[in-house]
T-cell receptor, first 113, second 112 residues
């Protein structure tokens, strides 16, 4: 089944403790992206990647890191999480323009206390 | 002001009604227009994908793009309770397929 898999689904952590949210896609898509979704603010793009080793900032990159060492994986790293990063995070992948929009994962609900 | 503004809703309609969901945008470089549906506690799923101006139909769903007015719409005919969800519009320009800008979403409830 074609899908984007992100883990964990739920995570509660403390301020300052580094964490990684994993994301993997099995569709051989070039593009991958991370979004956060907050009430009243909608879906905002954090980072995206056009291919292996090629990444760029989205609208809200501060406090996040990403890497794209393999085509299928695009982990999101929070080096020192803060309470304002409490949010619902989505990973997504796409084969690019002309072939459709993004396929989204099921989401990771992160709480930073 | 946001680049993409979406009618906030919420919207409640009886089963069988025609639903109109709308977004406006300010960036004239946007060329690709998408509608996503998001059920509660799920990720968004792509519903419609259109390029430039015009209409696209898929079953009960019709997407319209009017680039001259910077206005896009999604119409749902014969709405069903299973259509109850949040609908998100999204757009991107020609230069960067990776970057998409989303509206805040409109929550639709279809009552039996």
């Amino acid at each position: 089944e074609a899908q984007v898999t992100q883990n964990p689904r739920y995570l509660i952590t403390v301020t300052g403790k580094k964490l990684t949210v994993t994301c993997s896609q099995n569709m051989n898509h070039e593009y991958m992206s991370w979004y956060r979704q907050d009430p009243g603010l909608g879906l905002r793009q954090i980072y995206y990647s056009m291919n292996v080793e090629v990444t760029d900032k989205g609208d809200v990159p501060e406090g996040y890191k990403v890497s794209r060492k393999e085509k299928r994986n695009f982990p999101l790293i929070l080096e020192s999480p803060s309470p304002n990063q409490t949010s619902l995070y989505f990973c997504a992948s796409s084969s690019g323009h002309g072939t459709g929009g993004y396929t989204f994962g099921s989401g990771t609900r992160l709480t930073v206390v | 002001q946001k680049e993409v503004e979406q009618d906030p809703g919420p919207l409640s309609v009886p089963e069988g009604a025609i639903v109109s969901l709308n977004c406006t945008y300010s960036n004239s470089a946007f060329q690709y227009f998408m509608w996503y549906r998001q059920y509660s506690r799920k990720g968004p799923e792509l519903l419609m994908y259109t390029y430039s101006s015009g209409n696209k139909e898929d079953g009960r769903f019709t997407a319209q793009v009017d680039k001259s007015s910077k206005y896009i719409s999604l119409f749902i005919r014969d709405s069903q309770p299973s259509d109850s969800a949040t609908y998100l519009c999204a757009m991107s320009d020609n230069t960067n397929a990776g970057k998409s800008t989303f509206g805040d979403g409109t929550t639709l409830t279809v009552k039996p």
